[in-house]
């Protein structure tokens, strides 16, 4: 289903009214306002900067938050990690959309990562914030990797796939995340996209949605297709107040087949 930025605005249709001609346009004062766990990443910055076009209040959490530049009266800059409950809820006021893009970093790909603990011991710290202030919805990106992983060593050639068993114990990590969600008491959505590259909007989204989201065996398409950052961070926006996904995981990938795996991607 190819999915158009207008059509994307129209599934919030809460934070939207239909002005004059049926012209959609935004109505600031009802978007919520928003915290950025992983505020300094590659997911973060287009999401922190569209929010802020929209005229979002927005927080931005990360271990480092001098890295944070952003000089906007709608910004606020939190320093946090995911492992500390206490530096979590100090962000939180109660009545934001929590959306968490935390991740591990440009990895080399040829790596095969130990165990990780970040998605499912932060994820989990998260919610225990959020509980703690009164914060209801989240959205948090996995990764389509998280779709099938390889039950053994790959033999097929095929480079994603190869990718997805070498960093079998990050997507691991991120279905125990996943599976943490299903059972909890927040309003979620789980954004599993693929290959992410920088550029402008493209209006190109396929989506897939997942709502048995735990099964974790079925690879839903695009797993070779990459989708820009600006696509992804409208969409997890459009999250904040629209609730047709709630409660799944979507599957985020385009028609746009890349045969190497660009610079700014790795899964
Ligand atoms: N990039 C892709 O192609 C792609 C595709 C599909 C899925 N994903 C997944 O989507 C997520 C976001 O991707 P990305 O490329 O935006 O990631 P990224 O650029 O690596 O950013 C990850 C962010 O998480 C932060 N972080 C790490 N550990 C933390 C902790 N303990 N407490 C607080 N913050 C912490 C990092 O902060 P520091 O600056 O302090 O390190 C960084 O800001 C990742 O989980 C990734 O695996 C990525």
Redesign the pocket.
């Known amino acids: 289903m190819a999915i158009a930025r207008r059509s994307l605005i129209k599934r919030s249709a809460g934070a939207l009214t239909l002005a004059g001609s049926g012209r959609l346009a935004h109505a600031a004062e009802n978007l919520r306002p928003v915290v950025v ?8 910055g287009p999401i922190i900067a569209q929010a802020l076009e929209q005229g979002r209040r927005v927080t931005g ?4 938050p001098e ?1 944070l530049t952003i000089d906007h009266p709608n910004f606020t800059a939190a320093r ?5 409950i206490d530096s979590l809820s100090d962000a939180m006021r109660g009545d934001e959309v929590v959306i968490s ?6 990895a080399d790909v040829d790596s095969e990562p130990g165990y990780v603990d ?2 499912s011991v ?1 994820g989990s710290a998260t919610l225990q914030a959020m509980r703690r202030k009164g914060n209801k919805r989240i959205i948090t ?5 998280t779709e099938q992983i390889p039950p053994a060593k790959p033999t097929n050639g095929d480079p994603s796939d190869e990718f997805v068993w070498r960093h079998r114990n ?1 997507y691991g990590d ?1 279905q125990r995340w996943e599976r943490i969600l299903l059972r909890s008491d927040m309003e979620y959505v789980v ?7 920088d550029g402008p909007i493209q209006n190109n989204l396929k989506l897939s949605v997942h709502r048995n989201h735990a099964a974790f065996d079925e690879r839903s398409g695009g797993h070779r297709s ?1 989708v820009t ?1 600006a696509d992804v961070a409208a969409f997890t926006l459009a999250q904040c107040e629209g609730n047709g996904y709630l409660g799944t995981a979507v599957g985020i990938y385009s028609d746009v087949y890349l045969g190497a795996l660009p610079e ?4």
């Open positions: 766990i992983g505020a300094t990443g590659r997911s973060a959490l990360a271990r480092r890295r946090g990690d995911v492992y500390d893009v935390i991740g591990r970093g440009l970040l998605y932060g990106m996995t990764s389509g990797g990050v991120m954004l599993r996209p693929r290959r992410l590259i990459s950052f700014a991607s790795k899964d």
